[in-house]
């Protein structure tokens, strides 16, 4: 005898089915739940030029800042909050929704070797 197979349903998910509704499996809409791009996002912040100087040549994400100067200037904002920073970058270096394209170029390898330098400097 074969065991049964089964899915986890919801009852409202039960009662749709049994009624005749297809199941469809949503995906979020990511683009509507996006901040509208505003006009200091488009370019670098003072902050964030700074920011960009003060670190060493190896862990400069340049391309990075003239592709998405919006992440440049997140980056620069959470520079004083080591944790918060570090969340950030793990949210852009590691794909939790799915389906993501991941960034062009080398900018994947400027975020990681800035992830190092933050590894590096945090440590006693």
């Known amino acids: ?16 089915i049994l009624d005749g509704a297809v199941p469809t499996e ?10 509208p ?7 670098l912040s003072a902050a964030a030029l700074k920011w960009l100087a003060m670190l ?29 920073l570090s969340d ?8 939790k929704r799915g389906g993501r394209q991941g960034f062009p170029g080398g900018i994947a390898l400027e975020l990681s070797q800035l992830q190092e330098h933050i590894l590096r400097t945090m440590e006693p």
Do not use: H
């Not at 950030?88 to 794909?95: E, M, Y």
């Open 37 to 43: 791009v505003s006009a200091q996002a488009e370019s």
């Open 26 to 35: 949503g995906k979020p809409d990511w683009a509507g739940m996006r901040q």
């Open 56 to 84: 060493p040549p190896q862990a400069r994400p340049l391309e990075l800042c003239r592709t998405y100067p919006r992440i440049g200037n997140q980056l620069a904002a959470l520079w004083a909050n080591p944790a918060a």
């Open 88 to 95: 950030f970058l793990a949210d852009l270096l590691i794909d």
């Open 1 to 16: 005898m074969e065991p049964l197979s089964f899915e986890f349903v919801t009852v409202e998910e039960a009662r749709l």
